[in-house]
């Protein structure tokens, strides 16, 4: 199994969407892929599923069969985590449905960071069990389905939360927007990615001497680069007024993320930019009403004309991103 995380605490930069198209396009490539919703805010769930479907996942009075029911005894102090429940998509994906009441889950985990290192055992154990019940419910996740990569959703936001979805994480893409908020998000999410790093190598050291008897997870978190998310891409490259933006990030990720204190040598392209990913503008609205993704479309959708062509130019867009992302992880993509 193979983890990455799509991580920015910049919002609305296009990480669900990304986890969602990609899901499809690795499946279409004919790979078994778990897409799993680690961000309170459930978008990931809901573009997959419709309303009447995830109701069912939440039956009053039962454990709600999400990432909330699979940490519901962890934050009841009642135990390890249940089974992982993932919801079927097609034959090739699988989805961990995200819960709005994840977001009671921060408080334990991030006293839970702390416990780790405490040397009281049962304090020590309870804090590696907690930080890695992600990791863990998504390795359970993988292994029922067969799945072999998971791609992991989270919110927009530096803390406890997405740091034990991190931990989780073998890689981390960055997906950005050319505009002077995503530029700044760098400079926080480059020391936050090295912090919990390092911290997650320390607890898992001292909970391998501590003889805690869990699956634990590397916590590489290894960048592999950004996707460049412009709602103003015109042929690819973005118009002149996010130019100067755009301009910045590739010295910016290298400083920031990769911490090159070296002079930038000023490439083309920039080979830490995974992919430009074009806004799509009425092909989405169209997509989501549909539940598909946008390569999906049809003319039966209303895909027709200057559609249909979008929907080709998508689908050309998220193979290369998909054959991009399998080099840099080592996950071999057979061409289609
Ligand atoms: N390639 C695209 N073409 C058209 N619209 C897009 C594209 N990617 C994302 N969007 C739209 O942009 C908005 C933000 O995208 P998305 O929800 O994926 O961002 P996010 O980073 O996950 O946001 P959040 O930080 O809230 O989790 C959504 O309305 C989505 O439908
Ligand atoms: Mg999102």
Redesign the pocket.
Known sequence: MKTIAFF?NK????????VYHLAYMFADLGHHVLAADL?P?A?LTSMFLDEDKIETLLPAGVRPKTVLGIIQPLLERAGDINDADPVIIDSNIALLAGDLGLSAFEDRLSAAWTYCLDDEKNNSADGVRVTTAFYRMVKAACDKTDSTLALI?V??SIGAMNRSALVAADFVVI?LGADLFSLRGLENLGPSLNNWRTGWQERRGKAGKAGVNLALPAGEMKPIGYVL?NPSVRENRPVRSYQKWANRIPAAYLREILGSQGRLAVAEPDPNCLAM?????S??PMA?EVRKPMFHLTAADGAIGSHAGAVTSCRTQFQALCERIGREIDFPIDPA
Request: no cysteine; charged share 20%.
């Open positions: 920015n919002g609305g930069v296009g990480k669900t969407s990304l961000d805010q978008n959703d919110g927009p997906p998310f990913i074009k806004h799509f503008k092909l989405m989501q």
